[in-house]
């Protein structure tokens, strides 16, 4: 029999079964995983069960042609883990499903579900079931995570209050940066380095689900949490907006790379304008209490994992300063970030 190499010669239920081969099994949680109508899985008492789900379109979301399909299940799989990280819990199951036109190649396939399997591997998660239909054109996917947190230390994006130290993981505006250099005809944006570590930023982001882990077995007073996909001011807004807050940000204590500072140098942008309003960071926007400060900064220490302290909550409902080097303050815009309906 000649060997299937696309969709159509292959059919629904082959495609299941060439899926269900490849994946790992983790947990003795997952009772029945593919296979069947749903998923089957077991609890743990004194925890809250966490769900994330999030859409991928082509030509919308990524563009094939400057992302291959192990980056693309990577990513897919990242930005969900992501939202389990943001409210300091733990994923351990998935689902996907899959829009695909008939002529997708089953290599191509095979690809997509190595990247999904290789960031699910690194973290445990067992790849549980999902669906997968036929698409007239653009591919489609879906990823729903399902994960745990304790019951006293889910991190929300409310609960900060005036006075509150503002922290962030890693640095902001690289995976941006890395886009608006994806997308450019001319690609002249200096050593190619630099250009590799913000390019790569923006195609395989890494969900920050050690550093969430930290903070929640910690004793730490994380008062919110959020994770980057929108840029900082905006993010920070979704922090502040509920409780009529505010917040100063530190111009000098915002954490910029040296690959961005340099692509910034070279053509003459302001790096500081990439760290407020770049998206697709997925890193940690969190709050504590200010008597916290020392004690955060030795636990992440002792970790060798990269932190900045960057601004303190205030009590002006909606008003986001910036603090200049030379203590000038600048008032943020609102930015409204991207609307899918407009």
Same mark, same amino acid.
């Given at each position: ?79 969900n883990i992501s939202d389990i990280a943001a409210m300091g ?12 036109? =008939? ?7 095979? %690809?997509?579900? *190595? @990247?999904?399997?290789?960031?699910? $591997? +690194? ?54 940066m890395g886009l608006k250099i994806l997308m450019a005809k ?46 900082? =001011? ?7 907006? %509920?409780?009529? *807050? @505010?917040?100063?940000?530190?111009? $000098? +204590? ?89």
């Amino acid at each position: 029999m000649k060997k299937a190499t696309n969709l159509k010669q292959l059919g629904e239920f082959g495609l299941i079964e060439r899926l269900r081969s490849k994946l790992n099994t983790y947990s003795p949680r997952i009772k029945k995983g593919i296979g069947d109508d749903c998923a089957v899985f077991s609890t743990r008492s004194n925890t809250v069960q966490l769900t994330s789900t999030d859409s991928l379109i082509e030509s919308i979301h990524f563009d094939l042609k400057t992302i291959s399909p192990v980056q693309l299940g990577r990513k897919a799989m990242a930005v969900n883990i992501s939202d389990i990280a943001a409210m300091g819990g733990t994923p351990y199951l998935a689902l996907i499903s899959l829009g695909l036109p =008939t002529s997708t190649s089953t290599k191509f396939i095979d %690809k997509l579900y *190595l @990247g999904l399997q290789t960031i699910c $591997d +690194s973290h445990k998660i067992e790849l549980a079931g999902g669906d997968t239909v036929a698409s007239p054109k653009h591919l489609f996917i879906n990823v729903c995570v399902v994960g745990e947190a304790c019951k006293n230390r889910v991190f929300y994006r409310t609960g900060a209050k005036p006075g509150d130290q503002i922290f962030v993981t890693g640095n902001l505006g690289d995976s941006a940066m890395g886009l608006k250099i994806l997308m450019a005809k001319n690609k002249n944006f200096g050593a190619a380095r630099h250009r590799n570590t913000l390019v790569k930023k923006h195609l395989e982001p890494i969900p920050r689900i050690n550093e969430s882990s930290l903070l929640a077995k910690s004793r730490l007073k994380v008062t919110s949490m959020i994770d980057i996909s929108d840029g900082l =001011t905006q993010d920070l807004g979704h922090l502040c907006s %509920k409780d009529n *807050l @505010g917040a100063n940000l530190y111009e $000098d +204590s915002l954490p910029v790379s040296e690959a961005l500072y340099n692509v910034c140098l070279r053509k003459r942008h302001d790096p500081i304008n990439w760290t407020l309003q770049g998206g697709e960071d997925y890193e940690l926007l969190f709050t504590i209490k200010p008597e916290d400060v020392k004690n955060l900064k030795r636990l992440f220490l002792k970790a060798n994992t990269f932190i900045s302290h960057i601004g303190e909550i205030t009590n002006s409902p909606k008003k986001i300063i910036l603090i200049r080097e030379n203590s000038s303050k600048v008032s943020l815009k609102p930015v409204t970030g991207f609307n899918h309906f407009k």
